[in-house]
């Protein structure tokens, strides 16, 4: 199964490594880096990198490289979801995932691989299990374990571990007793230059913050299930129960999870958010304009925030001379890269980003305009229309208090020019 993983940086540096089985050399590494060069952009490295003896499998998250490495033929999908879990771990732990905060806690790092896989194969990846299996570092604790020479790693074998709930430890207490439930949606989109959509789907997750005395048995109803094109459940979801009544039934860990991700494509009418009206042009002489101005489209009244429009210009781009209307450009004469933060967006008057654009002397005008790249959020709105029905507790006597709340995003929202 997992061989090695290789935890890389920005700069391409291997800062960490662990073997399992055998202690392969890093320069299998090399391989990996060949195809980074390759790559546009750091999400465009294939997933998957073939060598004559190994396989690197790599997921890139928090501005790191996370790279697998097998020598047989595994499912890639498995792996990949066990890295992922594996950065799940590491920002449950440390509150962020960064290069400072791995070496700084090195020796927690190794205990959590050990115990997260055994000789190569997963084994306790659930973060109640491993919370009672390592504890989390701080402060004193770290003081302690210096002084007296003790690790992290508790004596005990988790209760969880044993039973038929491994993902819920025992005798969990609080006084407040909460369920909160973020349904988070992603919009991935392509618009055309006359504002047509060419593609659009939204890829969404429902995350939780539980915090329940006892065992509690949740179920969960939307209003309108029958939206969903793909799910993926938190393994405490029971299955039999979504197929048949397209109820989620679960008990759930203690504490933050992902309880289920979902899909919605394009043979649903995914409402777009937002609207870009643009106009960017070159000429022979003298460089070229560009005037864009951004609004709310299908927003049912609520604010769009969090603005922010990429455009990559092109290398004979010398330098912009824009005037906003709202929020601050900043415009990198190195990489090219226009920033637009345009903030919140007041419907009464709309942003608007207008100049000239200055062109290297002698330099053809560009072949092509650039696309921009979108991101915004909206609080209080799931663009799908995906709505919560009611959540119910079985198996204790008190009443929680319960709360749901819709966000919507921008994923990869693209607008070409």
């Not at 790092?109 to 109640?128: H, I, K, Q, R």
């Not at 979801?237 to 860990?253: A, G, H, Q, T």
């Not at 092109?314 to 990198?332: A, H, R």
């Amino acid at each position: 199964m997992i061989h090695s993983l290789f935890m890389i940086n920005g700069a391409g540096d291997v800062f960490m490594e662990k073997h399992w089985k055998s202690i392969i050399n890093r320069s299998v590494c090399d391989y990996f880096f060949d195809a980074q060069r390759k790559a546009s952009s750091p999400d465009d490295v294939p997933p998957v990198v073939t060598t004559p003896h190994h396989y690197l499998i790599s997921i890139y998250r928090c501005q790191l490289y996370f790279v697998a490495v097998c020598t047989t033929e595994v499912p890639p999908l498995f792996v990949i979801e066990f890295l992922h879990r594996v950065v799940d771990t590491f920002e449950d732990y440390f509150t962020e995932c960064t290069e400072s905060l791995v070496k700084e806690h090195y020796v927690v790092v190794y205990e959590l691989l050990d115990e997260m896989l055994d000789n190569g194969f997963p084994l306790a990846t659930e973060s109640n299990i491993l919370k009672e299996l390592i504890k989390p570092p701080n402060i004193l604790r770290t003081i302690a374990n210096t002084v007296t020479g003790r690790s992290n790693v508790s004596a005990t074998l988790p209760t969880g571990q044993l039973s038929n709930i491994p993902w819920r430890r025992t005798g969990v207490k609080y006084t407040n007793n909460e369920a909160y439930f973020d349904v988070i949606e992603e919009v991935d989109a392509i618009i055309d230059k006359s504002g047509s959509t060419i593609f659009a789907e939204i890829q969404g997750y429902v995350d939780c913050c539980i915090k329940l005395s006892g065992m509690p048995d949740l179920t969960l109803s939307f209003i309108n299930p029958r939206l969903f094109d793909d799910v993926s459940f938190h393994p405490c979801v029971r299955f039999k129960r979504w197929e048949s009544e397209r109820i989620l039934s679960f008990v759930p860990p203690d504490g933050n999870f992902r309880l289920m991700s979902y899909h919605i494509g394009s043979q649903n009418m995914v409402a777009i958010p937002v609207y870009v009206r643009h106009n960017i042009s070159f000429r022979e002489i003298g460089g070229g304009k560009l005037d864009i101005t951004v609004g709310p489209k299908q927003t049912m009244g609520k604010m769009v925030e969090g603005v922010i429009l990429e455009i990559p210009m092109s290398k004979s781009v010398l330098n912009v001379t824009l005037v906003s209307s709202q929020g601050k450009y900043t415009f990198d004469p190195v990489s090219k890269v226009l920033v637009w933060d345009v903030g919140r967006i007041d419907p009464t008057r709309l942003p608007n980003l207008r100049g000239s654009i200055n062109l290297q002397s002698g330099a053809p005008p560009p072949e092509s305009n650039p696309a921009i790249a979108v991101q915004f959020s909206i609080n209080q709105l799931a663009v799908s229309g995906l709505k919560v029905n009611r959540l119910d507790m079985y198996g204790e006597k008190y009443k929680p208090f319960k709360g749901v709340k819709y966000v919507t995003k921008a994923g990869r929202f693209q607008v070409r020019t």
